[in-house]
């Protein structure tokens, strides 16, 4: 199975900070990276697809970057409903694997 | 609009069986593959099973497979989770999700059911 390490596992930042979330894939996986945003009690909700597309209706201050086996996911200015967990996907190869999620809350 | 709405979680003991529905509404259902995703309380997310958009493949976790079974029917648009020889570590919310791409398995998830929570 391809391991994917997120870093770091949790963070806090303020209202406005740039924040950036890494995920490392144990092996390539070309860009087949997705991001996901779950907030508490919520289903988890995909924010970009292929490792730099935005998904339809997610505000334009998160962008994704990366190929092969280093990926990030960045928030350019970070809004009061930003804070929540977030996990990447691999999808290159069975089984799809998810990193083990970063927390980001409020300093 | 995409609705994915989940079924049939509850308490059962250890040892017995479970069947999870998940109604799928607002886009052509016999055109994508779904999937079963869980997570256990306060851990991450957990990928379980997916099932092709004509219903012929079918993949299942190391953790899953042999106890349970994910079928479809495209008669009442309705994906379904067999879950046999339950084990306190299936206690999970159970997430239906529908694949990222039509008819192709893309094996990401772009539409998600709010999860229903099984506990053994």
């Known amino acids: 199975d391809i391991q994917m390490t997120q870093s770091p596992s949790s963070l806090s930042a303020s209202v406005g900070d740039r924040v950036i979330i890494t995920c490392r894939a144990s092996?390539?996986?070309?860009?087949?990276l997705g991001w996901y945003q779950q907030k508490p009690g919520k289903a988890p909700k995909r924010l970009i697809y292929a490792a730099s597309n935005l998904q339809s209706g997610v505000p334009s201050r998160f962008s994704g970057s990366g190929s092969g086996t280093e990926f990030t996911l960045t928030i350019s200015s970070l809004q009061p409903e930003d804070f929540a967990t977030y996990y990447c996907l691999q999808h290159n190869s069975y089984p799809p694997t998810f990193g083990q999620g970063t927390k980001v809350d409020i300093k | 609009q995409v609705q994915l709405v989940e079924s049939g979680g509850g308490v059962v003991q250890p040892g017995r069986s479970l069947r999870l529905s998940c109604a799928a509404s607002?886009?052509?259902?016999?055109?994508?593959?779904m999937h079963w995703v869980r997570q256990a309380p306060g851990k991450g997310l957990e990928w379980v099973a997916v099932?092709?958009?004509?219903?012929?493949?079918?993949y299942y976790a190391d953790s899953v497979k042999g106890r349970f079974t994910i079928s479809r029917d495209k008669s009442k648009n309705t994906l379904h989770l067999q879950m046999n020889s339950l084990r306190a570590e299936d206690t999970a919310v159970y997430y239906c999700?529908?694949?990222?791409?039509?008819?192709?398995?893309?094996?990401?998830?772009?539409?998600w059911g709010q999860g229903t929570l099984v506990t053994v």
């Open positions: 607002g886009f052509t259902f016999s055109s994508y593959g």
């Open positions: 099932i092709s958009h004509d219903g012929r493949n079918k």
């Open positions: 999700a529908r694949d990222g791409r039509v008819v192709t398995l893309n094996l990401s998830f772009d539409y």
């Open positions: 092996q390539g996986i070309t860009n087949d």
